[in-house]
């Protein structure tokens, strides 16, 4: 096993609140062991790019609060050509980096594997992203701030909803993944709540119509994962409009909103409690694993196991939502 004497850290794919706070307890923990750290800036393209630049205390000694990544993050094309990862390869070696940690989602874990298979550098995973749809951990950086956010955006929806007497359609993001509009929905007291994970649901939203939204006074809350099949929110806002003249039908797309702002506690908590465990896992000699969260315990998970986890949704919530609207 090599010696880990550099170490290289980068953001992938979507930002999440408390991938500062990760990067933060990475580069903390490297400078503290006396290890030299490097950050990538823009991902795999900053790899190819050479876009590396040595962090120190300073770099992150205030950062732990604010959203989005410092490090930048990209897609990158390039890096899924052998050419490119060729050339991210040689610019890792340029800068003497011995392993790699990577905070993004599956993606960016295959990315890594296949690059850790092909040169024979040690990458370590944590989890980023605010759909919580990775397998393997039961929490990923980004998820509870994103829900309080989207909880947020809902309540205030609601003053303008029950002010005018109007049926809003909210959507939220989750194209395969409906948990973040499940438990937003539930905890903002949404009458209806449509995911990718359940079908048929078109008599639900249909029953709390004809019993609940029968005058200019009735207001009601319909929460949309973009990824239902009806079709997300406009598509099913503009049939009910049509379908029932009576009701004055709005939507809201809260969009990337979902994904900025100061991350809450729990986020920034976990982000520094997988970051410590990262670097630790690198400086063990481990590889290619994921650092995921198991009942609010630490599990390393091998990146072959973190594929988009399309885990049936917790059937007590669905019991719940059904109860506490019940026509």
């Known amino acids: 096993?090599?010696?880990?004497?550099?170490?290289?850290?980068?953001?992938?794919?979507?930002?999440?609140?408390?991938?500062?706070?990760?990067?933060?307890?990475?580069?903390?923990?490297?400078?503290?062991?006396?290890?030299e750290i490097f950050g990538i800036y823009h991902g795999y393209q900053g790899m190819i790019d050479n876009d590396f630049k040595k962090l120190s205390f300073d770099d992150v000694s205030d950062i732990i609060q604010d959203g989005g990544t410092i490090l930048k993050t990209a897609r990158c094309m390039d890096f899924m050509t052998s050419e490119g990862r060729l050339t991210a390869y040689k610019n890792l070696q340029k800068n003497k980096i011995d392993g790699v940690i990577v905070i993004g989602g599956d993606g960016s874990f295959k990315g890594a594997t296949v690059f850790s298979q092909e040169f024979d550098i040690p990458f370590i995973g944590i989890p980023g992203t605010i759909d919580n749809d990775i397998s393997g951990t039961d929490y990923t950086i980004g998820y509870d701030t994103a829900l309080n956010t989207v909880v947020?955006?809902?309540?205030?929806?609601?003053?303008?909803?029950?002010?005018?007497?109007?049926?809003?359609?909210?959507?939220?993001?989750?194209?395969?993944?409906?948990?973040?509009?499940?438990?937003?929905?539930?905890?903002?007291?949404?009458?209806?709540?449509?995911?990718?994970?359940?079908?048929?649901?078109?008599?639900?939203?249909?029953?709390?119509?004809?019993?609940?939204?029968?005058?200019?006074?009735?207001?009601?809350?319909?929460?949309?994962?973009?990824?239902?099949?009806?079709?997300?929110?406009?598509?099913?806002?503009?049939?009910?409009?049509?379908?029932?003249?009576?009701?004055?039908?709005?939507?809201?797309i809260l969009g990337y909103i979902q994904r900025g702002g100061n991350p809450s506690g729990k986020d920034r908590l976990e982000a520094t409690r997988m970051g410590v465990a990262a670097f630790k896992c690198l400086l063990a000699g481990k590889r290619n694993i994921m650092i995921g969260l198991k009942k609010h315990d630490i599990v390393e998970v091998p990146f072959s196991n973190t594929a988009k986890a399309f885990r049936p949704i917790n059937s007590e919530l669905i019991e719940i939502q059904k109860i506490l609207n019940s026509y």
């Open 1 to 35: 096993m090599k010696e880990i004497k550099r170490i290289a850290i980068f953001t992938s794919g979507g930002d999440a609140p408390g991938m500062n706070a990760a990067v933060s307890a990475v580069t903390r923990s490297a400078l503290a062991s006396d290890i």
């Open 152 to 252: 947020d955006a809902i309540d205030k929806i609601k003053d303008t909803a029950n002010s005018h007497g109007r049926l809003f359609f909210i959507e939220a993001m989750g194209n395969e993944a409906g948990l973040l509009t499940l438990e937003s929905g539930i905890a903002s007291g949404a009458e209806v709540i449509l995911i990718p994970e359940i079908l048929n649901q078109e008599d639900e939203l249909d029953n709390f119509i004809k019993k609940r939204i029968k005058n200019k006074d009735s207001s009601g809350i319909v929460v949309v994962a973009e990824g239902d099949e009806m079709g997300g929110a406009v598509k099913i806002a503009n049939k009910v409009q049509k379908d029932y003249p009576h009701i004055e039908a709005r939507v809201s």
